[in-house]
């Protein structure tokens, strides 16, 4: 069994920064890509930033030039920097890993799909 478990969401005035963590937990092998969505209050949950295997990144225009994505070297926790944030930035933020190969017990399984159960973010005065 694996978990994602995000933390690092609060609260922020406009123009602030934070930074999101997201560690999966188990017999980890490998993560291959990592990735932070957000899900504001009444709309669909949009991709922010990915990450992949190799470390190429991808991200959202409204991300661009604010947020920057990140793994750590064992590659099982990622990361989002959020600078100069806006209100409209406020959500919940969901760490989600495309495929994930784990030890459950002596075999090995694979995990598609992962979610966490997120951290809220919000932007005001």
């Known amino acids: 069994q694996v978990q994602l478990v995000e933390s690092g969401g609060g609260l922020v005035q406009p123009g602030g920064s934070l930074r999101l963590s997201c560690s999966a937990s188990?017999?980890?092998?490998?993560?291959?890509?990592m990735a932070w969505y957000r899900q504001a209050a009444g709309k669909q949950r949009e991709s922010v930033a990915v990450?992949?295997?190799?470390?190429?990144?991808t991200y959202a225009a409204s991300a661009k030039g604010r947020f920057t994505i990140s793994r750590d070297y064992a590659k099982t926790t990622v990361y989002l920097q959020m600078n100069s944030l806006k209100p409209e930035d406020t959500a919940v933020y969901y760490c989600n890993a495309d495929e994930i190969k784990y030890y459950s017990g002596l075999i090995l399984r694979t995990e598609f799909g992962a979610w966490g159960l997120g951290t809220p973010v919000t932007v005001s005065e």
């Open positions: 188990g017999s980890i092998v490998r993560i291959n890509n």
């Open positions: 990450i992949s295997w190799g470390g190429s990144t």
